[in-house]
């Protein structure tokens, strides 16, 4: 069949169906097709601020980067922020979770920002969606969210968590919103130039984490504390930050120099260093007591208690050039045949990319920072390096084995992975992998790029522009002369799909590039002729 919207083949691409009713030609006339560009299937924001306008679109492009855990699922949710008469820019702001868009309306009265969140999420799920559940132990209680920005500074953020969200009686889905200290956001921003929300969505974890986290910097003890109240089966999560740190190059035997990261934390010195092996740089980490005489750990135990995370610091953005829309990066590392492995999503619609945009490689900066060597695990591994946004919205990398709630599998894990390194084994660390294989990155991403939208197509135009400016003969790889003509044409299809005349720029400017990546093909077969 086909779809009514569209008037396409049904592709199966549809990211949400509303109803199962379908009409006498047996089409359903509740899907909301990829192929749709948002300004056409786009819907007022129910809830927030005039003019915010949401629709579900392609669910797949989540997957292209590596991002923290999302509070809310709500797979193929784009919501889009309304241009400011005040701002210069002529591109709207997509996000791409809705815990990101409602940091970026920056409310600061609780009454309001709590009907903002009951109003959109019964609009979008009705009667299961979730309720402020005033009840619940620790509305009220005091928090704290402790992080090293990215001058190394430490940053310990307090405030109260305002409200508890909950679906019916569900207690494993519980989402808070939490309210800063007014004098604390004050600090962080005229100090140390970190700019951080007023109230903020954190996930259950994050929240009892935090409450324990100021227990223990309070000094808070007794039957009616957060320690006594929780039991093994609550999921837990808190950042610890280190005394000191230390980054720098070091030289190895063969003369060449790798960057290392000291951390010292509760009387002990680890050592994050990069190294060669047989399949390229990794990273491996060794730890040794600050106790003189002691030496290595030996029999000790670990210091870290069941929900703590070492913050090593920030992994991304590092520079402004790292920041880029989700669809420039797709297009990016579909041209650089999917090389682009330093990367992670925010949420906001953007990806934090660590590296060069003509060559794929990663750059100067990223270059003299351990975390950027980090490789993702294999099947058979169990990650100890774990992504995580700090409330800046900056990517951070934690060491350590995260608290689901199981208290077996955490035992079983850090006796395995973390013990040994405090009784001076030297481990390599590995993140979680990407949630993508690599034989389903071809058409997926050529799919993607099928179904974006103006914007998405004008900035795609202006970066693929980029690669190519200045000389006529610029001297790239076959492979990514090959990619880079499989993506424009892509994008000229696209394009013409959508009869777009705000589209006439970016497709004049595709075409110079296909005449400059033919140019480069020409002048390489001659100098082969010439051979």
Known sequence: ??????????????????????????????????????????????????????????????????????????????????????????????????????????????????????????????????????????????????????????????????????????????????????????????????????????????????????????????????????????????WVTPDMRMEEMVEQEDGIKVPMLTI???????????????????????????????????????????????????????????IKPLPVFVLKNYIHNFSIDSCAGDGNGYVYDLTDDRNGMIHIAAKIKVLSYVRSCNASEVPTIHGGLDPSGRVHLLYGVRYRGDWEEYSSIMEAEIQPVFRGEQREVTLARNLMMNEHQEWRYLSAMKYFGPEDILQCAEFIGSLFLGSPTVVISIRMRERTLSAANCLRHRISELGDPRLNIADQLIQHSIDLVQASRQQYNNNNNKL
């Open 1 to 238: 069949g086909e779809c009514i919207l569209c008037n396409a083949p049904d592709c199966e691409r549809c990211s949400v169906c509303l109803s199962k009713g379908q009409t006498e030609s047996d089409i359903c006339i509740r899907k909301s097709c990829c192929k749709i560009p948002f300004e056409d299937k786009a819907k007022s924001l129910v809830g927030f601020p005039p003019n915010w306008q949401y629709a579900f679109c392609d669910p797949n492009q989540g997957i292209f980067a590596k991002a923290p855990r999302q509070i809310l699922s709500l797979a193929g949710l784009v919501m889009r922020r309304p241009l400011s008469a005040a701002s210069p820019t002529t591109m709207h702001q997509y996000f791409h979770s809705f815990e990101a868009a409602f940091s970026a309306v920056q409310l600061e009265d609780i009454k309001e920002a709590t009907k903002l969140v009951e109003t959109f999420l019964s609009h979008v799920h009705g009667s299961d969606a979730m309720k402020s559940y005033p009840d619940h132990f620790l509305v009220g209680r005091r928090f704290c969210f402790e992080f090293t920005n990215i001058n190394g500074m430490n940053v310990a953020m307090f405030g109260v968590i305002s409200t508890c969200f909950r679906e019916r009686s569900e207690a494993e889905t519980d989402i808070f919103m939490i309210q800063y200290d007014l004098d604390c956001i004050e600090i962080a921003l005229k100090s140390l130039g970190t700019n951080i929300p007023r109230l903020q969505l954190i996930s259950s974890e994050q929240a009892w984490g935090g409450c324990i986290s100021f227990e223990r910097k309070a000094r808070i003890h007794g039957r009616h504390s957060i320690v006594r109240s929780i039991d093994q089966a609550t999921a837990v999560e808190y």
């Open 264 to 322: 010292l934390l509760r009387g002990y010195k680890f050592v994050f260093s990069a190294h060669n092996d047989d399949e390229g740089i990794a990273v491996s980490v060794s730890c040794t007591s600050m106790n003189v005489g002691n030496g290595n750990c030996n029999n000790e135990k670990s210091i870290l208690k069941p929900g703590e995370l070492i913050d090593l610091g920030v992994f991304c953005p590092l520079i402004d050039s790292d």
